[in-house]
């Protein structure tokens, strides 16, 4: 059975950083894309960064946010920095065996973790 566990998450000021991490069990996803994505209340779940054989970011964190992935420990990161109110969501990891180009898409993960709440006051 798989299983995507994040932690990391919390309550931060405007400005300041926080990392989320997803630990991967039952399966070795290293041949898998992982996503971190996010869903505010009253809207839908939305991308945030993936990682396969690259590197995937919506537009509203580029620059700020950094996927990474360390293989040994089947965990993937979601870097955090220079928070905004605006980035307040529960955060989900997913993974996944995904077409190449399709990573962004919330359809192409069958496997997602139980979510991280992140709160970001101003």
């Known amino acids: 059975q798989v299983q995507l566990v994040e932690s990391g998450g919390g309550l931060v000021q405007a400005g300041g950083p926080l990392r989320l991490s997803c630990a991967a069990s039952?399966?070795?996803?290293?041949?898998?894309?992982m996503g971190w994505f996010r869903q505010a209340p009253g809207k839908e779940r939305e991308f945030v960064a993936a990682?396969?054989?690259?590197?995937y970011y919506a537009d509203s964190v580029k620059g700020r946010f950094t996927i990474s992935k360390d293989a040994a420990k089947n965990t993937v990161y979601l870097q955090m920095n220079s928070l905004k109110p605006e980035d307040t969501a529960v955060y989900y990891c997913?993974?996944?065996?995904?077409?190449?180009?399709?990573?962004?898409?919330?359809?192409?993960?069958?496997?997602w973790g139980q979510g991280t709440q992140v709160t970001v006051s101003s």
């Open positions: 990682i396969s054989w690259t590197t």
């Open positions: 039952g399966r070795t996803f290293s041949r898998y894309a």
């Open positions: 997913a993974g996944d065996r995904v077409v190449t180009g399709y990573e962004t898409r919330v359809t192409s993960y069958g496997y």
